[in-house]
């Protein structure tokens, strides 16, 4: 078993989850199962192996720096589950 | 149905012998009888179609013609279209209306196909069964008991069950191709880059491409060819020409190179997958292809790589739903417990998914898992290009088994993870790869062959697979379905 309950309730706070205790328990069994899987990969030597990110790697792509029209504000608003004065409304982040 | 194949439907399109209205009509009338036990739309656009349908009758009454002029198609629905909603199987896109059209959308809306529906998704495309929808299981038409694979399962059953000659869906590990096989049609995954990902829902964005289904190698040419092409607004979209795809369909592979790895027939694989695949194999050598045993020797290793780069990068990319700008929001005490209660609704697999990529990109795991999990994938990158300096495609089976039951693996994530053992690979390369219909098993149920061409070698699959397909006319069968009153 390479994970503890606690990797587990660490890792839903960095992930913004919340989990019941169920899925806890069933997460730290299933994960812990795949990392198992994964050490698969301590199999190979990988001295000198450059990674790949990305399957086809492009860099450095520029576009035109001109002003194109965006979408209309009633639109980006629309999907809103919040707003205010033209702008997504939200809780208060920073403590008065 | 009329017309079996996409291309049928557009000759007699091309001759007067029907309209868009009627083709786009007798589909929603079809999807009415059928869809409720095969379940392969959660929105249908019947009003949105019949209007397209009009407009490209009045687009061919004025002269025009297209390939896919009329032509009625269905999207998966992870793919934005203007208006309708897109919720990519998530209760957490639940009421999300998109505010424009993806690039492939846009692309068929100007080659005049008529859009019929959204169709059903493993949650975030993360499945390979369908089942991990948030909304309904699809049916495989060929058993209503099984899958059809997933995640791009609806897709795959709407044109196996003729509800729309061809269909939209993506393949980040195997999504178009598995479902492909297990439903007995023709899947394309395009090399990466080739098709802009503009307007899709992100799960993994290294892996992920539109690709397509269709019932015949041609009819998923022309979805290709009209969505194919670069992108500015997709920085990873690849601004290479784009040949002429129908062309190529010539039929004629004498000489082509055909590599076969050992790898691929192991242990595990359904016996009767193996038999097919085998004679498939030796219909191209029939048609005038050499066939070679070539070696990938670290296809074992696709797996472990797969889930541990896919989940990372979903892990960033599902970290924009927090409830602020779209979806629902479930409050709680404070902002970041409204972030983690909203994110409560994402389904057990794409949480599971989540965890799991957050934890091997967390600090003290990052070299230990991602880091050599993008290692490895150089190594199996490697494997591919060394095959492709000795043949011209690789062909091998695109699942380990015909179509499952419904249920039977959903517990076993890792027993899951299997039916994507083959297809994987092709995502994780710079390959494409296609799967052809090359018979059934002794359940009835369809088997697929699976040809993997080199980056952006597209028509080179595509030409053998046509080849094939002409040989033996395995697209002809279609599953029996009793159509309601």
């Not at chain 1, 994970?3 to 812990?32: C, F, G, M, N, P």
């Not at chain 2, 000659?165 to 195997?174: E, N, P, Q, V, Y």
Request: hydrophobic share 40%; aromatic share 8%; charged share 20%.
């Amino acid at each position: 078993m390479s994970l503890t309950l606690q990797d587990v309730e660490k890792i839903a706070h960095l992930a913004r989850l919340e989990l019941t205790r169920a899925e806890k328990a069933q997460y730290l069994e299933q994960l812990s199962a795949i990392l198992d899987y994964a050490d698969m990969l301590n199999e190979l030597d990988l001295e000198g192996i450059e990674p790949t990110a990305h399957a086809i790697a492009q860099q450095n792509i520029m576009r035109d720096d001109v002003v194109m029209p965006s979408l209309p504000l009633d639109d980006v608003l629309f999907n809103a589950p919040q707003q205010a004065q033209n702008q997504f409304l939200i809780q208060s982040v920073l403590d008065e | 149905m009329d017309y079996l194949s996409l291309t049928e439907a557009r000759d007699a399109l091309r001759r007067g012998e029907t309209s868009s209205t009627a083709l786009t009509q007798a589909m929603l009338d079809r999807i009415v009888a059928l869809d409720n036990d095969l379940q392969s739309y959660l929105t249908i656009t019947d009003e949105l179609a019949l209007e397209q349908a009009a407009a490209a009758d009045q687009r061919r009454a004025n002269g025009e013609d297209g390939p896919l002029l009329g032509i009625p198609v269905a999207i998966k629905d992870i793919i934005s279209v203007q208006g309708v909603p897109n919720t990519a199987g998530s209760k957490i896109l639940e009421g999300f209306i998109p505010p424009y059209d993806a690039f492939v959308v846009q692309k068929l809306k100007e080659a005049g196909a008529v859009i019929l529906g959204k169709t059903n998704t493993d949650e975030f495309a993360m499945g390979s069964s369908t089942e991990n929808s948030a909304y309904v299981t699809t049916r495989n038409p060929w058993d209503l008991e099984r899958v059809p694979g997933g995640s791009s399962g609806g897709s795959a059953t709407a044109v196996s069950a003729q509800m729309a000659f061809a269909a939209l869906g993506t393949d980040t590990g195997g999504s178009v191709r598995q479902p492909a096989s297990l439903c007995g049609i023709v899947g394309l995954r395009p090399t990466y880059g080739r098709i802009s990902r503009w307007g899709v829902v992100a799960f993994a964005s290294s892996l992920d491409q539109v690709s397509m289904f269709g019932r015949t190698v041609a009819d998923c040419t022309a979805l290709f060819q009209a969505t194919a092409g670069y992108d500015p607004r997709d920085s990873t979209s690849l601004d290479v020409p784009v040949p002429d795809f129908a062309a190529g369909l010539t039929g004629d592979i004498r000489g082509l190179r055909v590599g076969v790895p050992a790898e691929y027939f192991i242990e595990g694989i359904d016996q009767e997958v193996e038999t097919a695949v085998r004679a498939a194999i030796a219909k191209l050598q029939e048609l005038g292809a050499k066939i070679r045993p070539i070696s990938l020797p670290h296809t074992r290793y696709a797996l472990p790589v797969y889930y541990l780069i896919a989940p990372a990068e979903a892990s960033a990319n599902l970290a924009r739903y927090d409830g602020v700008r779209y979806g629902p929001r479930l409050p709680g005490a404070d902002m970041i417990d409204t972030v983690k209660k909203t994110r409560a609704l994402f389904g057990p697999e794409v949480k599971r998914r989540i965890m799991l990529g957050t934890y091997v990109l967390s600090a003290g795991y990052y070299d230990e898992y991602y880091g050599r999990a993008l290692k490895v994938r150089t190594l199996i990158k490697q494997d591919f290009l060394n095959a492709f300096e000795q043949v011209d495609v690789i062909a091998c089976p695109t699942s380990p088994t015909t179509a499952f039951k419904i249920g039977e693996r959903a517990d076993d994530p890792l027993n899951m993870y299997l039916a994507d053992i083959f297809t994987l690979s092709v995502n994780l390369s710079a390959s494409c790869g296609l799967s052809v219909p090359c018979g059934f098993d002794s359940k009835g149920l369809p088997i697929g062959l699976q040809l993997i061409g080199n980056t952006l070698q597209e028509a080179t699959i595509l030409n053998a697979a046509y080849a094939y397909e002409q040989a033996t006319g395995w697209h002809r069968q279609v599953p029996t379905l009793t159509v309601q009153d």
